[in-house]
Every structure is written in structure tokens, then in C-alpha cells.
């Protein structure tokens, strides 16, 4: 090693978060994973109701899991009651890992993925502002109903413009005609 080298320092390859889980969330069908470490079935698959999230939320809970990686909100609120530390991550961040996807092999993916740190969370939402989110059919109908009402006025206000131009240009042709036969009775 010359002198301008410096010397490399050795990477910790360490987990950062080892009790780590993530779920692959399906409309049907939920794949949970845990460490290999933390249970002799570390892929489990749970169904998307609300006792089968409960379910979930008791294995995570036996395998000392305190932090859970979720692409889709779908168990987050189960989980957040329950004590889990939730993360909404972004499925794009996790597309590019190598092997075939499946289910089972996403969930294991983000598991490993989040037990080393390598995925961000998306942004959380708290409060009136969540409640907002949640509820989007309620501000959306609310919305659609403005803009319809303010399409009417400004449709009702180009009417009347376009029939005030119209009077204006008729009004403006008649005193036209008037100061020609005016200025021609005057010129006789």
C-alpha cells in the first residue's frame, strides 16, 4: 500500500434493525416473514381479515419482532395498535432485487431489506390530515361538487358576456345607422 492510499475501513455487515419482518400485502393473501433466526417458519401466509391480521400481529409478537416493513397500508393500522413500529416502504425500492418474484420471496426480500436498513419509509401521515387521506371519497365528492358549480357560473358568465357583446354590437350598429341618416338630413 503506497502512502497516499488510505486504508479501507471494514464494512460492519451487521443487521440494524434484527428484529425485523415485512409483509407482502395481497388482496387475497398476505405473506409475512421474520428472520430465519427468529422462528423454524420464518414465511408465513395469512389471509387479508381482520382475525387473520390479529393472527399476524400474535406470530410477530412470539418471534420478538418490533419492526415491520409493509408495502401497502392494508395491516398498518392493525400493527401501529398493536406496538409494532410500521413502516409504509415503496414497492419500487425492492424491484430490482435478483430471482424470480413471487409472493414469498418479495416477503423475504423486504425482510432481509429492512433488517439491514436499505429501505426508506414513505411518508406517514398523523391526525386530521391522515383522517383526510383515509377518507378521500368525502373531499373528492366535495370537490366535484364545487367544480361542477363553479363550471355552471362560468358558463352562465360566458353566456352573459357573450350576449352583452352582442347587445353592445348591436347598439353600436344602431348609432351607427342614426348619426349616418343624421348627418345625411343634415347635409339636405
Same mark, same amino acid.
Not at 387479508?48 to 406470530?59: C, I, V
Not at 383515509?134 to 357560473?153: E, F, M, N
Given at each position: ?5 488510505? #486504508?479501507? !475501513? +471494514?464494512? %460492519?455487515? =451487521? ?10 400485502? $395481497? ?70 432485487? #435478483?430471482? !424470480? +418474484?413471487? %409472493?414469498? =420471496? ?10 439491514? $436498513? ?71
Amino acid at each position: 500500500m503506497t502512502e497516499t492510499e488510505k #486504508p479501507r !475501513r +471494514k464494512r %460492519d455487515s =451487521s443487521p440494524t434493525r434484527p428484529n425485523a419482518a415485512a409483509i407482502n400485502i $395481497g388482496a387475497t393473501l398476505h405473506v409475512a416473514a421474520v428472520g430465519p433466526d427468529q422462528d423454524p417458519e420464518p414465511v408465513r401466509s395469512f389471509g387479508p381479515s381482520t382475525d387473520d391480521l390479529h393472527r399476524l400481529a400474535d406470530g410477530f409478537g412470539q418471534c420478538g419482532v418490533r419492526t415491520v416493513a409493509v408495502e401497502s397500508t392494508g395491516a398498518f393500522e392493525t400493527l401501529d395498535q398493536r406496538g409494532f413500529e410500521v413502516i409504509l416502504v415503496n414497492a419500487r425500492d425492492a424491484k430490482h432485487v #435478483p430471482g !424470480r +418474484k413471487t %409472493d414469498i =420471496s418479495d416477503a423475504q426480500w423486504l425482510q432481509r431489506l429492512h433488517e439491514y $436498513g436499505l429501505l426508506r419509509a414513505s411518508v406517514r401521515l398523523k391526525g386530521e390530515v391522515a383522517g383526510l387521506v383515509r377518507r378521500p371519497s368525502k373531499c373528492a365528492d366535495s370537490a366535484v361538487i364545487a367544480l361542477r358549480c363553479l363550471s355552471r357560473r362560468a358558463q352562465q358568465l360566458f353566456v352573459a358576456n357573450c350576449l352583452i357583446a352582442r347587445i353592445q354590437r348591436q347598439c353600436r350598429i344602431a348609432v351607427n345607422r342614426e348619426n349616418r341618416r343624421v348627418s345625411v338630413d343634415h347635409c339636405t
